[in-house]
């Protein structure tokens, strides 16, 4: 995987980023849980998560991106420094 420094930062981005846009509406949770799985085996730390997502935007999925994003982050095992 290529990365760049984000701005003025030490902190390494991907140059590939994985979308997010259909999650909540096209896509169900457990779907995203597998794509965000895949992307971050293969290196990238990177991910598209604008504020109007899920696309389409509607009121019954708007913020469902953002909710199945932190319910994977919960299951994630953590690095103690």
Request: glycine fraction near 16%; charge should be negative.
């Given at each position: 995987m290529n990365y760049q420094k984000l701005g003025n930062t030490n902190l390494d981005v991907s140059t590939i980023c994985l979308g997010t846009m259909t999650w909540g509406e096209q896509n169900s949770q457990e779907e995203g849980f597998e794509q965000m799985n895949y992307a971050l085996d293969?290196?990238?730390n990177f991910w598209d998560t604008a504020e109007l997502y899920a696309i389409p935007p509607k009121q019954e999925t708007f913020g469902?991106?953002?909710i199945?994003?932190?319910n994977w982050f919960k299951k994630q095992k953590r690095?103690?420094?």
């Open positions: 293969h290196g990238v469902h991106t953002e199945i994003i932190g690095e103690t420094k």
